[in-house]
């Protein structure tokens, strides 16, 4: 059964950078063809997608981060990982890492998130 | 970017009843190519990630009881529980997938009445 868990610090200042990563158990995060995905949720709103790597490489980001955030693939660790850059307090959020499933090598057939990491609290402050 | 808005925002139902949330996206999420609406419905608890309860519109996913069901297409979708259990109450989300940003619709609280 494939299991994700985020790791980093719960804590990260203002103008600093955001690092978090997320180690992958019971499968290869190179094998297949998935969506390694990060979502965030601020408290008491709904989850916000960030991005996505694709099992072979190839990255996604929503418009409005994509000039502070890179998501990256360690397959020797069998991790992903999340960078943004010049945080701000907007940016406090449980982030989450996810797997959306694809049926076809390319993802041109895929489902929703079958699975999530348990999340974890990233406040920005001073 | 696709808008995903639900409604009501928030529902009580009474135990054994049915209750019923709608979506809609700004958008078309279906792909004519394949004939697939690219929408998830998802569950979340208090403390908990979202769990997946139905992709594709209305394919269920492994071990969801079967009193959740998933209708529509391209712009109106329903999330259906046939008669509401005590730990059916949550926080509903719908969510698109078709195009990227995979945005979620704000969410539906459902409780007991």
């Known amino acids: 059964q494939v299991q994700l868990q985020e790791s980093g610090p719960g804590l990260v200042k203002p103008s600093q950078t955001l690092s978090l990563t997320c180690s992958v158990s019971g499968a290869s995060i190179s094998s297949g063809s998935y969506y390694w995905t990060w979502i965030r949720q601020p408290p008491g709103k709904e989850p916000e997608w960030i991005g996505h790597?694709?099992?072979?490489?190839?990255?996604d980001y929503r418009s409005s981060l994509k000039s502070r955030v890179a998501i990256s693939m360690y397959t020797s660790k069998n991790q992903f990982s999340l960078r943004l850059t010049s945080v701000t307090a907007a940016d406090s959020a449980v982030y989450y890492c996810?797997?959306?499933?694809?049926?076809?090598?390319?993802?041109?057939?895929?489902?929703?998130?079958?699975?999530w990491g348990q999340g974890t609290m990233v406040t920005v402050s001073s | 970017d696709i808008v995903m808005t639900q409604f009501p925002d928030s529902l009580a139902v009474s135990l054994g009843e049915r209750a019923t949330i709608n979506c809609k996206s700004s958008q078309t999420v279906l792909y004519s190519s394949n004939n697939k609406n690219y929408l998830a419905w998802y569950q979340q608890k208090p403390g908990q990630p979202p769990k997946l309860l139905i992709y594709w519109a209305s394919s269920r996913e492994s071990e969801v009881p079967d009193r959740f069901s998933g209708s529509g297409s391209e712009t109106d979708f329903t999330l259906t529980i046939s008669s509401l259990q005590a730990e059916d109450v949550a926080v509903y989300y719908c969510q698109q997938y078709r195009n990227i940003p995979y945005n979620f619709g704000q969410g539906t609280k459902l409780e007991i009445k």
């Open positions: 996810a797997r959306m499933g694809c049926s076809t090598s390319d993802c041109y057939i895929r489902d929703g998130f079958a699975v």
């Open positions: 790597i694709f099992t072979r490489g190839r990255t």
